[in-house]
C-alpha cells in the first residue's frame, strides 16, 4: 500500500490521511491507495466508522495539473472510487476538511457522508477556469447540498468561498472553531456518527426551487452575452439534470463523460497550461535565497493615472503611502482617481465604508523631500523620457534612507542605464505596472545587471501582497510585453500599408480572441506612446524606415485623446467609426515608398497568422537573449497584459499547437511576398532549434540553445 494515504484505527474508527505533499493532489499515487485503504476499512470488522483528512495545509487541492495528461484519468479513477467504493460503504464515512477542498477534494468531500469543516477553511470547484467541468459528481451534488443558485454561481464563476458562507446547508455538519484541536474533534464526530443508522447520501437530496427552469434559462443567456468559459455550456446542461427528472446515476456517467471530452479539447490544455506557467512565474533561485526586506512605507512620485493607481495598490495592501506631483493640479485629478477606484470596490461588495476610510487614510499627499521621510520604497511613474526619470532617480537617491528600494515604473527605457545615475543601483528595479494600474493583476519585474537577489526578493514579494502577478524580464528597449507588442503593430501597421483597413484587421484578431484589436489598442493607449519609442530608435539608428504610423502622429490623430485616430472617436459615442481621411494619407504613403497593395482577397486567417507569428518570433529572440526566463513568462505577460485569449494558451503555446513546422513555412511564404520587409520574417534561431529537434516551444527556457 502507497504511503501516499496513511491508515490507523484509533478507538473503532479508521483513520485515513491524505499525505502527498504539498496539497495532496490526487495522483494515482494517493487514489491508489484512497481506495485501497478504504476496502481495508469495509472488510475490518472493528471498524464502524472512518475518517478521511489531509496531513499538512490543506485537505484536498484536486488533480496535479501537471500529471493531468498523463495521469488524471488513469485508474482508479476519482469518479470510480466515490460511486463503486465511497457511496456503497455501509460504515458511515465522514470528511474533516481544512484548510482548503478544491475541485476533486470537494467532490471527494461531497461523496462522504458527513463533513465537519474547520473555520476559514475554503472550497470551490475551480474546473471551470481550466477548460472542462466538474467530473467526479461536483455538478450533481453541490446542487444538492447548497441550492440551485448558489451552486450554479460557484460552479459556472470557478471562484473558491469560505465554508462559513454554506455553514447552514447540508454542505456542512458542523464547523469547528479556531482554536479547537481540529484532529480530535473530528474523531470524535466520527465516533459519534459511528451507530447513525440510515447513512445520509447526497445522492438522495432533491433539488426543490420552484424558479429552476427561469435560473437555468438566465444562465444560458448569458453565455450568449459571451460570459462564460468554453465548459460552461455543459455544466449548465449537467446541473439541469438535477432537476429534469434525470437518475442520479445516468447523470453522473454523462457527467464523467462530458468531462472527459472537454478535458481533451485544445481550450482545456491551453488553460491548464496557462495555470502552471502563471505558478512558475517571479521563481528565481538567487531571489529565493534571498530574505525579502518588509515595506511599511512608500513613496509614489508622479500622481498621473499610473501613479495615483499604483498608490491605490499599495495602499491597499496596508503600506503607508506619500503621493506627490511636481504639477499642484495633479493633486484633485488623483483624489479623484482614487475615489473612483474606491467607489468600483464598494459597490463590488469587496470594501465597506470602514475599509474604505482606513484605505483612504493610508494616502496622504506631500511636497518636496518629506516625501521620502522614513520610507522602505520610493516608486516613480513620471512621463517616459530618459532626462526626466534620470534627474527624479538622482533625487530619490539622494532624499531616501539609505535602506529603501528605489523602482522605476518605466515600459521601455534602459534601467540599467538608469540604475547607475544613484549611488544605489543595487537596489534599483523596476516595476512596470499596467494601466489602469488598480485592475490589472500583471507587474513585469524588471531585474538590471546591478540588481540584488535581495531587492528582487523584495520587489517580488511586494507584487505578490499586492495580488498581482510578477513576471521578472531582463532590460531590452520594451522589456517583454511592450518589445514584442511593436513587432505585432508592427505587422499590423504593413497590412494597412498593402490597403487592407484597420477594422478588418482589428475584428480578424477579435474572432481568433485578443481582447482588443491592435489599431483599437493603439488609439486606446495613444498613439504617441509607441511614436515616441520609434523616434529614440530612429535616432540612435539612422536609416530606419518610418512607418505608416507615423505619419498618424505627424498630422495629430493621437487616438481617442483627440477624437482622431486609425478611427474617429465622436464625443459620446462608444463605438469608434472610420476616419475618412486614413485611405488618402495610406495611399499617398504607399506611393511614396512604392508599397505593391495586397490582394484584397487575402483571407482573416491569414491577416491574423502574420500579427501572430510576429509575436512568437520576437519572443523566441527574447528567450535567446535572455530577456525572458520561460516560454511560459512570455505567454503570461501576453494573455493577462495583453489580451491574448487564455483558451489559446500565449503565443509560444499556440505556436506548438499551430505546429512549428507550419509556423516556419507560413513565415517562409510571409518574407516571399513582402520582399521590402523578408528580414523580418528570418526565423528566430530558437524557433529552428525547437522545430530542428522536436522541443515544444513552450517548455523553452532562456539559454535552451547553449
Not at 450533481?140 to 464563476?157: C, E, T, V, Y
Not at 487614510?361 to 518636496?368: M, Q, Y
Request: with cysteine.
Amino acid at each position: 500500500m502507497s504511503n501516499a494515504v496513511s491508515y490507523e484505527v484509533r478507538a473503532g474508527v479508521a483513520c485515513l490521511t491524505l499525505n502527498l505533499p504539498p496539497v495532496n493532489t490526487l495522483d494515482s499515487p494517493l487514489r491508489q491507495s484512497l481506495s485501497a485503504c478504504l476496502e481495508t476499512a469495509a472488510l475490518d470488522p472493528s471498524v464502524e466508522a472512518i475518517l478521511i483528512s489531509g496531513q499538512g495545509r490543506v485537505f484536498c487541492g484536486g488533480a496535479n495539473l501537471a500529471a493531468f495528461e498523463t495521469d488524471g484519468l488513469a485508474e482508479p479513477t476519482l469518479h470510480d472510487t466515490i460511486n463503486r467504493q465511497i457511496e456503497t460503504l455501509g460504515k458511515p464515512v465522514v470528511a474533516a476538511i481544512h484548510g482548503a477542498a478544491l475541485g476533486g477534494g470537494l467532490e471527494l468531500a461531497l461523496s462522504c457522508h458527513y463533513r465537519l469543516w474547520q473555520s476559514g477553511t475554503r472550497l470551490g470547484l475551480p474546473e471551470i477556469t481550466l477548460g472542462f467541468m466538474p467530473g467526479a459528481g461536483g455538478t450533481q451534488k453541490l446542487p444538492r447540498a447548497i441550492g440551485l443558485l448558489p451552486a450554479l454561481n460557484l460552479i459556472l464563476s470557478g471562484r473558491t468561498a469560505l465554508i462559513e458562507e454554506y455553514a447552514d446547508t447540508a454542505l456542512a455538519d458542523a464547523v469547528v472553531a479556531s482554536g479547537i484541536d481540529f484532529t480530535e474533534a473530528a474523531l470524535n464526530f466520527a465516533l459519534e456518527c459511528s451507530a447513525r443508522r440510515p447513512l445520509p447520501r447526497l445522492r438522495d437530496r432533491a433539488v426543490d426551487d420552484p424558479d429552476a427552469a427561469a435560473l437555468l434559462q438566465f444562465a444560458r443567456r448569458n453565455l450568449g452575452r459571451g460570459r462564460g468559459w468554453p465548459g460552461s455550456a455543459a455544466a449548465i446542461d449537467a446541473i439541469a439534470r438535477t432537476v429534469d427528472g434525470t437518475a442520479f446515476d445516468d447523470a453522473m456517467r454523462q457527467e464523467f463523460t462530458v468531462f472527459q471530452d472537454l478535458a481533451q479539447r485544445p481550450e482545456a490544455r491551453a488553460l491548464r497550461y496557462q495555470f502552471l506557467a502563471k505558478s512558475r512565474v517571479g521563481k528565481d533561485k538567487q531571489a529565493a535565497a534571498a530574505s525579502a526586506a518588509p515595506l511599511q512605507r512608500a513613496a509614489v512620485v508622479g500622481a498621473g493615472l499610473m501613479g495615483s493607481g499604483i498608490a491605490f495598490c499599495l495602499a491597499r495592501a496596508g503600506l503607508e503611502v506619500n503621493l506627490t506631483d511636481r504639477d499642484p493640479a495633479a493633486r484633485e485629478r488623483a483624489f479623484a482617481s482614487i475615489e473612483s477606484d474606491l467607489a468600483r470596490l464598494r459597490k463590488q461588495g469587496v470594501l465597506d465604508e470602514t475599509a474604505a476610510d482606513a484605505l483612504r487614510s493610508r494616502i496622504r499627499w506631500t511636497e518636496g523631500s518629506e516625501t521620502l521621510a522614513g520610507i522602505d520604497l520610493a516608486l516613480e511613474a513620471v512621463a517616459e523620457d530618459y532626462d526626466v526619470k534620470a534627474q527624479l532617480l538622482r533625487w530619490l537617491d539622494q532624499y531616501a534612507p539609505p535602506h529603501a528600494l528605489i523602482a522605476s515604473n518605466t515600459s521601455s527605457l534602459d534601467l540599467n542605464a538608469l540604475a547607475l545615475v544613484t549611488r544605489r543601483p543595487a537596489r534599483v528595479v523596476g516595476l512596470h505596472f499596467f494601466s489602469p494600474a488598480s485592475l490589472m493583476p500583471l507587474v513585469e519585474v524588471v531585474r538590471t545587471a546591478h540588481l540584488a537577489p535581495e531587492a528582487l526578493s523584495t520587489a517580488l514579494a511586494l507584487c505578490r501582497r499586492l495580488g498581482k502577478t510578477p513576471v521578472i524580464a531582463g532590460v531590452c528597449d520594451g522589456f517583454i510585453g511592450n518589445r514584442m507588442i511593436e513587432r505585432y503593430t508592427e505587422q499590423a501597421c504593413a497590412l494597412v500599408e498593402g490597403g487592407i483597413t484597420p477594422a478588418r484587421i482589428d475584428a480578424a484578431l477579435e474572432r481568433f480572441g485578443m481582447a482588443m484589436g491592435p489599431f483599437r489598442m493603439l488609439d486606446m493607449v495613444g498613439n504617441d506612446i509607441p511614436w515616441a519609442g520609434r523616434l529614440r530608435r530612429y535616432a540612435s539608428q539612422p536609416g530606419i524606415a518610418d512607418s505608416i504610423a507615423d505619419r498618424l502622429c505627424e498630422r495629430g490623430w493621437l487616438g481617442q485623446k483627440t477624437g482622431q485616430g486609425w478611427y474617429r472617436h465622436a464625443p459620446g459615442q462608444k463605438r469608434p467609426q472610420a476616419n475618412p481621411e486614413l485611405p488618402g494619407l495610406v495611399e499617398a504613403y504607399a506611393r511614396e515608398r512604392n508599397i505593391a497593395p495586397i490582394d484584397p482577397a487575402i483571407d482573416d486567417a491569414t491577416l491574423v497568422q502574420r500579427c501572430v507569428l510576429a509575436l512568437v518570433n520576437e519572443g523566441a529572440r527574447l528567450l535567446d537573449e535572455g530577456i525572458a526566463e520561460r516560454a511560459g513568462d512570455i505567454d503570461v505577460v501576453y494573455t493577462m497584459g495583453y489580451g491574448f485569449p487564455a483558451t489559446r494558451g500565449g503565443p509560444m503555446f499556440h505556436a506548438d499547437e499551430a505546429g512549428l513546422v507550419n509556423v516556419l513555412r507560413l513565415m517562409r511564404r510571409f518574407a516571399a511576398a513582402d520582399v521590402r520587409r523578408a528580414a523580418f520574417w528570418e526565423p528566430a534561431p530558437l524557433l529552428l532549434h525547437s522545430y530542428e529537434r522536436n522541443v515544444p516551444l513552450h517548455t523553452s527556457t532562456s539559454g535552451a540553445r547553449s
